[in-house]
């Protein structure tokens, strides 16, 4: 490879780094939204019927987060290897860069993959939650024969 397109690949991957570690970024505002909906319907959540359910999806989140964090952090490091490889290049040192890249990118992916799944659960839940509430005050609301 010329240092041309070696500097060009450098930026590339550091630019898609930056876009990834936004994305957990975003992810870890979608997951406070999350716990946030949780406490703010924590009695329906807690009741005998939802418990078990509840604290699985629980788990789900704390266990999406804790991942968020590793790959944040691993992102971070492989940001400095990159700043690491403008200041003294190898081509040895880029190929090895770049595979630490796809590694990177597959656990981004993945990570976004059961957020998404973990959300999608979390919210179907609150949505059978207000369903049954909603249906609760439609029948206080109707008129007593």
């Not at 788990?59 to 991942?67: G, I, N």
């Not at 796809?102 to 659960?121: A, G, H, I, S």
């Amino acid at each position: 490879m010329n240092s041309r397109k070696n500097e060009e690949k450098k930026n590339e991957l550091h630019e898609e780094v930056q876009l990834w570690i936004k994305e957990l970024e975003f992810i870890k505002d979608e997951h406070n939204f999350l716990k946030q909906l949780l406490s703010t319907h924590f009695l329906e959540l807690s009741s005998k019927s939802s418990y078990d359910l509840t604290k699985r999806k629980i788990e789900l989140l704390k266990a999406t987060d804790q991942k968020r964090k590793e790959i944040q952090g691993a992102l971070l490091s492989h940001d400095q290897n990159i700043a690491k490889l403008y200041k003294s290049f190898k081509e040895e040192d880029l190929e090895k860069l770049v595979i630490e890249h796809d590694k990177c990118k597959q656990e981004v992916k993945l990570l976004e993959l059961n957020f998404r799944y973990t959300k999608k659960k979390i919210f179907r839940v609150i949505k059978d939650i207000l369903k049954a509430h909603k249906q609760k005050l439609l029948l206080e609301e109707s008129p007593q024969v």
